[in-house]
């Protein structure tokens, strides 16, 4: 019997894993895609809830429309990011996390 | 517009107007002047009327919490004005071609003192002395007479230590104004808070808690033992109208909050057995302590500023007494030892300037050379050993005095037993003053540092603080007579 | 009217001439000399003023502390005013003369009138706080003169030294007050403090009386007099105190200031009677200080300090007197020797300042004729050179000695009664004793100085003083003759005690001292040309100087050493440097935290985010609210 | 007129000049900066007669209240400097961007502005996440914008991450507390926050996730650790913007969430309100510590800046308050109407100083009093006034933080903010210190166009 | 829906989500993010949001992966073969990761709403025709719900449109800020300069 409450914790793992990802890889590009990956846990979290919190019977259509816009954003914070990811590229040579560590202190 | 608003404004102006390039001397030297006339001409006014609060005016700043800006004198304030003025206006005198920001500074710290004494919002009490206290430090640091490494050292010292002292201060006052707001709205008005004070009295134990915080934060601000370890070292480096004006004023500022915001609002706060014991520990520190270190001090500056700390404790002790003899005797004190100090330190900065040096062992017989300049140094160091004659010598007795107010045939309180070790504090100012008197000016003299007297204009500004304390002394009564209804 | 002249007119002088004597050269001396005789002159007015009390400057009112500048006027303060103005005056004269060539002479006058200000206000002092005020004046007064040559090392250390050591007294003095101001609530007035000890509410037989409190105020006022009047152990100062001008010594450390201990002391007698330990005590100290004072005196060479420690001795001598008045007057003796109308020890006082006055000046005179020879040893025969001064100075040292018909023979005499009625015979004997040694070392000096050949050419060149020095010690020398005498001492009130009879073993006493100390000297001293008996404690002071050079090293300078170091060490370590240390670790702690490596941060994100759930969620809720 | 024709009408204008400065390539910066101050201050000047009502439409999710209202107005002001620092800073700026150009400069921070009007009218979590996007979007472009300077990229990068970061927290938060309440609407959450049935557990963590996500945004302690590198990597007028537009926008929505969370009856209420806390004390303290060792002005002003944003939520912990009439919401504003003319000043100086080939180090402010009296005035005020000087504007807030924790009896956090407060004399009297050493370094007196001083000015006034 | 087919498709985006997280070479961690992303997708349809579902697909799986791949070819960056992985980022990651899957699970259990499903909440489509409120303007729903079939992406557009239209103006209005930035960072310098 499958209940809200195991995609909750599908979404949670997939979240952890993101979060995982993102202190443990050193490549920024892959740190971007384990971000890219939380987002995308936090939608099954949204539409899980949408699905289950029905209005007159139907799923709640407000929380699908968030998923939207957080896709679409996503999408846009991926242009954005890899652009920069680009940049940072062009002049390091390099994507390792490990290249960005003038600013300290 | 009060006249108190122009004492107020007037050196605060003039700075402004030096720093964007007056003639920096007239300037300063026309504004103090100017000031001191006001000032004396509130006092007179105020002498002949002496009751309550005087040239009151108050412009609202804030609806809520209620800040405004009001201004009101009583005798306390304008004794300490008048010192204010009388310091400032020496001070500026004094100085002998330095850059502007001497000037500056000196009005600076003149103006926020006055700002200080002559607001009665408790806001803008604390507000002015903090704004005194930036030029001190920067002074210290930028033009102290050490080199850059330990002047600065020494301004930290004396910042961290100031600044903590204002915080706690802060939120002492924080705390009465939380207790005593009437209503919903917090008010900083004195007077409100202290109508309030009057109609809904605190239990005495909270009282004390709250003094004690108040005398923790006024008292570092007034280097109390154990919290005074700034201040010599920062007298000892300040520039010259800076040391006169902080030791001579400035410092006076926490006295005043303690009987002008503390004491009124907390009456029994003072009086709780342990507050008491607790302040009459530190005063004997800052007697009997400082007066022993002073004792070994081997360099004028040192000398002065360590006994500066050391004289604070008289006044504490006026405090801790809290009759009227006794809170009298410690404004009049205030007065004298402010007057004293400022021109020991004018004198030794001068001394500094001529000879390079103020280690005892290396002057000698500076009498023979320079009589007027021994003469007035004589005012000071005998006014600051408490002689009959010079004003500090009135405050003293008062103070010892009022503590023996409610004295039993046979039983000694702690007070009293204190007010004794006190007397043993003379002696010991007597030791190390005549000590520096001996070694500077008496013997024969030392050829290889010599020094003249100053030309007369600029013995004008010591002979004025002498006079000051000749005359106070010879007449404490019109200063008193200005307290009348006081306290 | 007369008091306030008497009192302000010195005061303006000594202003005027103090600060302005640059503008005024010569005129300062004028002025001073002038005020001099103008309140001697008001003061011969003022002797025949009627008692009263009356305010002459506010002060302080404040509540129940006033404290103004009032004038008591009364049989003591009449007679005392006279010999302070009138020796003043004298002493202002011959000053002219001894202070003739010296280039700091408008000081030496300013600071003069000063003396004769604060003198005369001590002596018209109706309250103690008034007392005080004009007690720390003269101790400024004294410190000026003393140190009048502050170019010498030993002027300047000795003014110092003078002016330290009274400040301890004033301390227990200071004390004193305080204590009698607070049981008194609040009034210091002599007179009415006499009545509340007398009648009033500190009365032996009132409620609440306390015996600790009487004996406490009264030795701590008892302290003041101690340090003013050079008792022991506060002695050390006056020897010293004779680097100052001959005059002042004359003045000051011989007629009247030291003398201010003894006649505050006459002042508040009904304090010192109402304490039978506090009267021992004073009596004690008195007679230990002229004894051993005059046991120094026998072995000094110099001739003014010679004269120094036989005033001490005398002063010790007053001081017993008034101890052993009170003992008396415990012991039912009243009416004998009660401090009015007339007191034994303000007998001796009044007798004494003329002579030793005139002593100082005698000897001030051989010290100009010598120039500034001091050395007895190195005098000698100066009875022909300068006869004046050596019969005046004959007959003052007879008046010390208490040589039947003389001063000093009466007042001597009066004090040894008193000794005796005390009921102490110890007092009595060491009386007797000094009287003994004073006439030996008086003879001695005397002998050795006048007698025999000159010793140094300095001595053989000596000349007779001039004028302005020779009237003031003729005069003085009249008096010293006859002060003893109703004739003089009846108009100028000088509080003789009626010479009751039935004291022979006193007169006997005092003669056969008087004879065996004189006879001693002349076998001794006849025609030597050094000291043939030489007692190395006398001589140095019976270690005095020494012993309290240690203390003061110990536990002064060590105890302000250490304590500097604890204070520098532990006050500013704990107060001030630990916080700044601690706040510093903090914060270079916090810094590490941003180490700039991005997945530090995103670590610290995600433990932060862990962090904050499991405080929120899990920890809060179960803490309730 | 109503409040949307200006947002729309700015970003409208950042678009025109965009494309403006697409077509013609050659027209001046000056005058694109000129064009876009002058819509600002157009916009400014027009916000008070802007009181129509909204299309029945946009009430849903558009909520105009005067906190809206006063967060509005900020945004354009601060928008309106930091154009104008822009501007000021542009000659060295250009040394960093390709072919030094601005224009994005220029309209960026119009369409920010619009986001942050948005965002203080927001009424539902959609709305902030998107205004919030848009805003941090841009951010990222921004702060990499001088991406010719390794700092400015390297800043970059760390703000894209961690940013990213931050939103999928909000995201997942966002999510969790549509579970708990099923609402997004802040009045719905809060009325199902107030109803005992709703599972605290899950309402708790929803809450903790977005409590974390806006304080990264704001910069709360410990999710502050980008702040200072990104700050100081970032150009002056985007540090500018940072530390004063985007933390306001943070500070508006949570008041707003707050609201939600400790509604009158919340079962969550008392927890937020020790999380607050706790966050607030340890914001000021990690804020001011490491203050104290810094040499860079600029980092220095960072780390200020997160302590502030400590004081504001100590401000904001003490909620309904005890007796007296200190709304945390009008402490908070208040704060923050001192914190932005200081802070401008601040970096103000710092973009002057720069501007005339300085660096960014307190020993290049040495003889700062010589070189440029005036500058070194406000400096001075800004500096003192960061302090929380008193007479300086920063003393009263500060002054109602502390007043407001006291009469709540949070006697921990208030040692902590005064601690903090300690530390802060010390590192900015640091500063000012320097601005009046002599021994400086070399006395080329600085230029300062008059503009700016008159700005300046009227900061200071302020 | 059958348990087991649900267990795959977690297995499928969790598992594909780990080798994202550890795989060695950038490209087949692209490839495995996209399985990844597409059994989410499946999940998405699980819960009958199947417009979500396809734009997941189509955006993230589709447009995102392609320029992630896009961009990892243009940097062809290497492959972290050679450099040995430090340890400590590693295992605070799992750290971090693991205490947090742990309070989720706990938060999980604890609450009511987590067993609702599918049975105990099921779509009542029929039932809602009536009262859809001002999406009933659009015939087609209320016809869809009348045949029990769920008029998903209607639905979506509905709201969006009905409701969220402005938010779509400033998503549009993202995008292009997105669009500019790109252009600002990734333009080259033109090298001459005239």
Known sequence: ?105 | ?487 | ?625 | MSVFTIEAGLALLGLVLLLVEAFKPDISRRTLGLTAIAGTASALVLLPFCGAPLPSFMQPWHLLDTLALFYKGFAIVITLLVLWLTLECAPYLTRFTVDGKLAEMFSLPLIVCSGMMWMASARDLVTVFVALELITVSFYVLVAFARKSAFSLEAGVKYLILGALSTGILVYGIAWIYGATGTMSFEGIGKALANPATSKSTALFGTALILCGLGFKVAAAPFHMWVPDVYQGAPTPVTAFLSVGSKAAGFVVLTRALEAFLASGSIISSEVQAFLLVIGSLTVLLGSLPAMFQTSVKRLLAYSSISHAGYLLLALACRETARFELSSGGIVAFYLATYLPMTVLGFLGLGLIRANGLGEDIKDFNGLAKRNPTLAFFMTISFASLAGLPLTAGFIGKLFVFLGLADHGYWGALSCAVIAAAAGFYYYFKTILAMYTTEGVETTALTLSTASKAVAGVLVLI | MPPLLFYLLALITLGFGFMVVTGRNPVSCALSLAACFVGLAALFLSLDAYFIGVIQILVYAGAVMVLFLFIIMLLDIKAEEGRKLSFAPIISGVLVAVLLVMQIITVVSSSAIANKSSTNTPLALTESAGKIGRAAALPTITNDLKEGTLPDAKLIGFTLFDQYGFHLQVVGLLLLVGTIGVVVLSKRERSSAP
């Open chain 2, 1 to 487: 517009m009060s006249v108190l608003e122009i004492i107020i404004a007037l050196p605060l102006l003039a700075a402004l107007a030096v720093w964007l390039g007056a003639p920096a001397r007239a300037a300063s030297l026309g504004a103090t002047f100017v000031n001191l006339a006001l000032v004396l001409y509130a006092t007179v006014q105020y002498a002949a009327k002496p009751a309550g609060l005087a040239f009151t005016n108050a412009r609202v700043v804030l609806e809520n919490p209620a800040i405004s800006f009001a201004v009101g004198a009583d005798g306390v304030s304008l004794i300490l004005v008048l010192l204010t003025s009388l310091v400032m206006l020496a001070a500026v005198w004094q100085i002998e071609d330095r850059p502007n920001i001497f000037y500056i500074s000196s009005l600076l710290i003149g103006g926020g003192a006055m700002g200080a004494f002559l607001t009665t919002d408790v806001f803008f009490i604390y507000a002015f002395h903090e704004l005194a206290l930036i030029p001190t430090f920067l002074m210290i640091a930028l033009h102290g007479r050490a080199d850059a490494a330990q002047r600065k050292a020494v301004a930290w010292k004396a910042t961290i230590y100031l600044g903590a002292g204002s915080l706690v201060l802060l939120a002492g006052l924080a705390w009465l104004v939380l207790e005593f707001s009437g209503g919903s709205k917090l008010t900083f008005d004195l007077e409100a808070l202290r109508n309030q004070a009057q109609l809904t009295p605190l239990p005495a134990a909270k009282q004390a808690q709250i003094f004690f915080v108040l005398l923790l934060g006024f008292g570092t601000l007034v280097s109390l033992f154990p919290f005074h370890s700034w201040a010599a070292p920062a007298y000892a480096t300040a520039p010259t109208p800076v040391a006169m004006l902080h030791s001579g004023v400035l410092k006076k500022f926490g006295l005043y909050g303690l009987i002008r915001i503390a004491l009124p609002l907390l009456p029994q706060g003072a009086q709780v057995e342990w507050v008491q014991n607790a302040l009459l520990l530190m005063l004997l520190g800052n007697i009997l302590v400082m007066g022993l270190v002073t004792i070994h001090a081997n360099r004028l500056d040192d000398t002065l500023a360590n006994s500066s700390v050391m004289h604070m404790g008289y006044i504490f002790l006026g405090l801790a007494a809290g009759t009227e003899i006794a809170l009298k005797g410690a404004v009049l004190l205030m007065f004298a030892h402010g007057v004293s100090i400022a021109l020991l330190f004018g004198l030794c900065g001068r001394m500094r300037n001529q000879l390079g040096t103020l280690e005892y062992n290396k002057l000698g017989g500076l009498a023979t050379h320079a009589p007027a300049f021994t003469v007035l140094f004589a005012f000071g160091a005998f006014a600051s050993i408490g002689l009959p004659g010079l004003a500090n010598f009135a405050g003293e007795v008062m103070v010892f005095a009022g503590s023996f107010t409610e004295f039993k045939a046979g039983e000694l309180s702690n007070l009293h037993w204190t007010v004794i070790l006190a007397l043993w504090g003379v002696v010991m100012s007597a030791v190390y003053m005549l000590r520096a008197y001996r070694n500077i000016f008496h013997g024969s003299a030392n050829t290889g540092l010599f020094m003249t007297d100053p030309v007369f204009s600029q013995r004008l500004p010591f002979i004025l603080l002498a006079a000051t304390l000749l005359i106070t002394g010879c007449c404490p009564w019109l200063l008193l007579n200005l307290m009348k209804s006081a306290l």
């Open chain 3, 1 to 625: 009217m007369h008091a306030s002249i008497i009192l302000l007119l010195p005061f303006f002088s000594a202003l005027l001439i103090l600060l302005g004597h640059r503008q005024l050269k010569g005129a300062s001396v004028l002025i001073s000399v002038g005020s001099s005789i103008i309140s001697f002159i008001a003061c011969l007015f003022f002797l025949a003023a009627d008692d009263d009390n009356r305010l002459l400057l506010p002060f302080i009112e404040v509540g129940t502390f006033n404290a103004g500048i009032d004038a008591l006027i009364d049989k003591q303060s009449r007679g005392m005013m006279f010999i302070v103005s009138f020796v003043g005056m004298l002493v202002h004269i011959f000053s002219l003369g001894y202070m003739k060539d010296d280039e700091a002479k408008p000081r030496f006058f300013g600071s003069l009138s000063l003396f004769m200000f604060s003198m005369t206000g001590i002596v018209l002092a109706g309250n103690l706080f008034m007392m005080f005020i004009f007690w720390e004046l003269v101790g400024l007064s004294s410190y000026l003169l003393i140190g009048h040559w502050y170019q010498k090392a030993s002027a300047a250390e000795a003014c110092k030294k003078a002016f330290l050591t009274n400040r301890i007294g004033d301390f227990g003095f200071m004390i004193g007050i305080l204590l009698l101001f607070g049981a008194n609530g609040g009034n210091v007035n002599l007179i009415d403090l006499e009545t509340a000890f007398t009648s009033g509410p500190l009365r032996p037989d009132a409620p609440g009386y306390s015996a600790g409190f009487t004996t406490a105020a009264a030795l701590c006022i008892f302290l003041g007099a101690v340090g003013k009047s050079a008792q022991f152990p506060l002695h050390v100062w006056l020897p010293d105190a004779m680097e100052g001008p001959t005059p002042v010594s004359a003045l000051i450390h011989a007629a009247t200031m030291v003398a201010a201990g003894v006649y505050m002391l006459v002042r508040v007698s009904f304090l010192v009677t109402a304490s039978p330990l506090a009267a021992e005590i004073i009596a004690g100290i008195g007679c230990g200080t002229a004894l051993l004072a005059a046991l120094m005196a026998t072995q000094q060479n110099d001739i003014k300090r010679v004269l120094a420690y036989s005033t001490l001795s005398q002063l010790g001598y007053m001081v017993m007197a008034v101890g052993a008045v009170a003992m008396a007057a415990q012991h039912g003796h009243q009416g004998a020797h009660a401090a009015d109308p007339g007191h034994p020890a303000m007998f001796h006082l009044y007798t004494h300042a003329f002579f030793k006055a005139m002593l100082f000046l005698g000897s001030g005179a051989v010290i100009y004729a010598c120039h500034h020879e001091q050395d007895i040893w190195k005098m000698g025969g100066l009875r022909k050179h300068m006869p004046v001064t050596f019969w005046t100075f004959a007959i003052g040292t007879a008046a010390l000695m208490g040589v039947p018909f003389l001063s000093g023979f009466w007042s001597k005499e009066a004090v040894l009664g008193a000794a005796y009625d005390s009921g102490c015979k110890v007092l009595f004997l060491a009386g007797a004793a000094t009287a003994a040694l004073t006439a030996f070392y008086m003879t001695r000096l005397l002998i050795v100085a006048f007698f025999g050949k000159p010793r140094t050419d300095s001595a053989h060149h000596a000349t007779e003083a001039p004028m302005v020095m020779i009237l003031p010690l003729a005069i003085l020398s009249i008096f010293s003759v006859l002060s003893g005498y109703d004739v003089l001492a009846a108009p100028l009130q000088a509080m003789k005690p009626p010479h009751v009879e039935g004291h022979q073993t006193v007169l006997f006493a005092s003669l056969a001292a008087l004879v065996l100390g004189v006879g001693a000297a002349i076998y001794l001293y006849r025609g030597k040309d050094k000291d043939p008996v030489s007692i190395k404690l006398f001589a140095n002071k019976f270690y005095f100087d020494e012993i309290y050079t240690v203390i003061v090293r110990v536990c002064q300078d060590r105890l302000a050493w250490i304590v500097t170091a604890l204070e520098r060490v532990f006050v500013d370590g704990i107060v001030a440097r630990l916080p700044a240390a601690i706040i510093a670790r903090l914060g270079a702690a916090t810094r590490m935290l941003q180490g700039g490596h991005l997945q530090g941060y995103t670590f610290l994100l995600g433990g932060g985010v862990i962090a904050v759930i499991y405080l929120v969620v899990f920890v809060l809720p179960r803490l309730g609210h």
């Open chain 1, 1 to 105: 019997m499958i209940t809200l409450g195991h995609y909750l914790v599908v979404s949670g793992m997939l979240f952890a894993l993101g979060l995982a990802g993102v202190i443990a890889r050193r490549n920024i590009i892959i740190v971007y895609m384990c971000l890219e990956m939380m987002l995308s846990a936090a939608n099954l979290a949204l539409v899980g809830f949408s699905r289950y919190h029905l209005v007159n019977g139907l799923p709640d259509y407000t929380a699908q429309s968030l998923v939207f816009f957080t896709i679409t954003v996503a999408a846009a914070e991926v242009a954005v990011g890899l652009a920069i990811i680009v940049a940072l590229f062009r002049t390091k040579q390099s994507v390792d996390v490990e290249s960005v560590t003038k600013l300290q202190g």
